[in-house]
Nanobody, 122 residues
Framework: VQLQASGGGLVQAGGSLRLTCAFS????????LGWFRQAPGKEREFVAG????????NYADSVKGRFTISRDNAENTVYLQMNSLKPDDTAVYFC????????????????WGQGTLVTVSS
C-alpha cells in the first residue's frame, strides 16, 4: 500500500485548506482511513477517521465542527477539509490506512503516507 498526502501549506488563522491522500496498491474499500498530525515537540495525535464505506466518521474533540473527513472509493482518495483553522492546528498531517475497522489509535494503522505540512499563522 502506498499513501501520498498533499494539500498542505501556509494559511492565516480562520482560513481553510483541503488535504488529499491518494491510495494505491490494494483494494481501497477494504481499508479504514485516518488523518493524524504531529506538531513540533509533540506526539502524533488522531485527527479524524472514516470507515470503509464512508458511513461512519470520528473526530478529535479539538477539530469537531471545523474539520470534515470524506472518501471517494471510486477515486481511491481520502480528503480532510479543514475550516476555521487556528495556529494550534499547525503540524505535519499524515494519512494512514488500516484493514477493516475504524480506529483512533495510531499504533493500529499499518500503512502511512509521508505527511504534508500545514502552517497556520496568527
Amino acid at each position: 500500500v502506498q499513501l501520498q498526502a498533499s494539500g498542505g501549506g501556509l494559511v492565516q488563522a480562520g482560513g481553510s485548506l483541503r488535504l488529499t491522500c491518494a491510495f494505491s496498491g490494494r483494494t481501497f474499500s477494504g481499508f479504514a482511513l485516518g488523518w493524524f498530525r504531529q506538531a513540533p515537540g509533540k506526539e502524533r495525535e488522531f485527527v479524524a477517521g472514516i470507515s470503509r464505506a464512508g458511513d461512519i466518521t470520528n473526530y478529535a474533540d479539538s477539530v469537531k465542527g471545523r474539520f470534515t473527513i470524506s472518501r471517494d472509493n471510486a477515486e481511491n482518495t481520502v480528503y480532510l477539509q479543514m475550516n476555521s483553522l487556528k495556529p494550534d492546528d499547525t503540524a505535519v498531517y499524515f494519512c494512514a490506512a488500516r484493514l477493516f475497522y475504524l480506529s483512533d489509535a495510531a499504533g493500529s494503522y499499518n500503512f502511512w503516507g509521508q505527511g504534508t505540512l500545514v502552517t497556520v499563522s496568527s
